[in-house]
């Protein structure tokens, strides 16, 4: 994705409020707003920001897990599925 091509300037997202909405949501692409030509803030469609979010998310159990296995928490799988079958037979 070539961010240079979504660059545009505040006075361009106000004067184009609803054309900018309509093209992120279609294009699914971030938007670079500037303001006195200094990039300030990044604009996306909800369904995109949901994504990542989410993508983040994975990306924070993924790095937690790592880290357990380096301090060495973790159990065999076989002695976790014992402890879950006993438990389930004693409801």
Do not use: C
């Amino acid at each position: 994705m070539k961010y240079s091509t979504q660059i545009k300037p505040i006075s361009y997202l106000k004067a184009h409020a609803a054309d900018v909405v309509r093209e992120l949501a279609e294009q699914r692409q971030p938007m670079v707003i500037t303001q006195n030509g200094e990039a300030k803030l990044v604009i996306q469609d909800v369904k995109t920001y949901e994504e990542t979010q989410e993508t983040l998310a994975l990306l924070k159990i993924l790095a937690l897990g790592s880290r357990q296995i380096e301090v060495g928490k973790v159990q065999a799988a076989g002695d976790v599925v014992a402890r879950l079958r006993k438990r389930a037979q004693g409801r």
